[in-house]
């Protein structure tokens, strides 16, 4: 656990129960900017606004979108795209993390889609693992978001 500092000086621990925090952030992205899934907004702008929600919850940590280093080199894994051809070395470029940048300490990914995008979730729940037992982030989080509709929600939640 790393404790960090609030504005008013009070000690927080934020690695207490990140998926709780995550939570109360994609709550307060679907109360607060529930606009951007009403009108079907780019996975990016929501990523974007998801990270303004996690910043307050998590202070004292980096929460960045589609970061794509690994301290200076691009951020590479290894895992099979369709989850039974061979295991190759891919790009990738998380949707949000929360991590101290320019170490390894990794503690969030998240990977987001929306409900109207028609690819799979398999795909960024393999890559998800890969996060975990390659980069050593010690929470993964997948959320599908139900989208183009007056009643935004969580469609599907997996923690890794």
């Known amino acids: 656990m790393i404790p960090a500092t609030e504005p008013e000086g009070r000690r927080v621990t934020t690695t207490e129960n990140p998926r709780a925090l995550v939570r ?6 679907l109360r607060d900017d529930r606009q951007l899934l009403v009108n079907d907004a780019s996975e990016q702008a929501i990523a974007h606004h998801l990270a303004v929600h996690l910043a307050v919850r998590f202070p004292g940590w980096h929460v960045d979108c589609e970061y794509n280093r690994n301290m200076e080199v691009v951020k590479r ?24 940048r320019n170490t390894t300490t990794n503690l969030v990914v ?9 690819e799979s979730d398999e795909r960024d729940v393999r890559k998800l693992r890969a996060f975990r037992s390659e980069l050593g982030y010690e929470e993964a989080g997948f959320y ?3 989208a183009k509709t007056p009643n935004p929600q969580i469609e599907r939640e997996v923690w890794i």
């Open 110 to 118: 998240l990977e987001l889609k929306k409900t109207t995008n028609p």
């Open 24 to 29: 109360a952030a994609i709550e307060a992205l």
């Open 144 to 146: 599908r978001l139900r």
């Open 77 to 100: 894994l290894s895992y099979a795209i369709d989850g039974t051809g061979p295991t190759e070395v891919h790009r990738v470029i998380p949707d949000v993390i929360v991590h101290r």
